[in-house]
């Protein structure tokens, strides 16, 4: 079992940066992807961005594309998200999200995922 827990997230002005990090417990990091999901007010859950279990591959969504960077430290058994040139419409709560061990590719699709956290509130203000 793995325990993710988020953290980071705040009140920032548009053009602002965060930085949200993930970090687990229960279980290595090392082989697994991970992903970051949001939801915004009203709306369904969408993906933000994959990293594959070795950290060499990433994948983002075409609304952060440039803005957003995730990495993975599998020494620490933590993952981040740094979150740059924010926007208004980036307001929502951020998951982080593990595949299953034996799954070291990234993906998209939040069914892929069975291991949540509790998620971090980011609020950019215009």
């Known amino acids: 079992q793995v325990q993710l827990v988020e953290s980071g997230g705040g009140l920032v002005q548009a053009g602002g940066s965060l930085r949200l990090s993930c970090a687990a417990s229960?279980?290595?990091?090392?082989?697994?992807?991970m992903g970051w999901f949001r939801q915004a007010p009203g709306k369904e859950r969408e993906f933000v961005a994959t990293?594959?279990?070795?950290?060499?591959?990433?994948a983002y969504a075409d609304s952060v594309k440039g803005r957003f960077a995730i990495s993975k430290d599998n020494a620490k058994n933590t993952v981040y998200l740094q979150m740059n040139s924010l926007k208004p419409e980036d307001t929502a709560v951020y998951y982080c999200?593990?595949?299953?061990?034996?799954?070291?590719?990234?993906?998209?699709?939040?069914?892929?995922?069975?291991?949540w956290g509790q998620g971090t509130r980011v609020t950019v203000s215009s």
């Open positions: 229960g279980r290595t990091l090392s082989s697994r992807a």
């Open positions: 999200a593990g595949r299953p061990p034996l799954f070291s590719s990234g993906s998209v699709d939040e069914s892929a995922y069975n291991y």
């Open positions: 990293i594959s279990g070795s950290g060499g591959s990433t």
